[in-house]
């Protein structure tokens, strides 16, 4: 793989997969074993929009590890061609896992 030689998105790329690590432990630290309803989504004026259990948490990380993922091939397919569009595809996946990060201490902090 090309992209595994390129140390900028190399490091991006890991980086962005260590936040989701980080957001994946700190969940299982604080709902491990729990069968609980867990609050997903709330707004202020509506109130409770979204309970669901941890599963709806690990549908949520698996969507966007599979979108990284994602992201990384056509970073990869992109990178002799486009190589700037190889690096909106790496800072992108970064974006997306602290963004996914947020969410996950959100919903750790609601409940």
Do not use: C, P
Not at 56 to 77: C, K, P, R, S
Request: charged residues 10%; aromatic residues 14%.
């Amino acid at each position: 793989m090309i992209i595994w030689k390129n140390k900028v998105q190399r490091v991006v790329f890991i980086l962005s997969l260590l936040i989701l690590a980080g957001a994946l432990a700190s969940f299982l630290l604080k709902f491990s074993g729990s069968q609980n309803q867990i609050i997903i989504h709330f707004d202020s004026y509506h109130g409770i929009n979204f309970v669901g259990g941890a599963k709806e948490v690990f549908v949520i990380l698996g969507i966007t590890i599979l979108l990284i993922l994602i992201n990384g091939f056509m970073a990869e397919h992109l990178f002799h061609r486009e190589r700037i569009l190889s690096y909106f595809f790496a800072f992108g996946s970064l974006m997306l896992s602290a963004v996914i990060f947020a969410a996950i201490r959100v919903i750790i902090s609601v409940n």
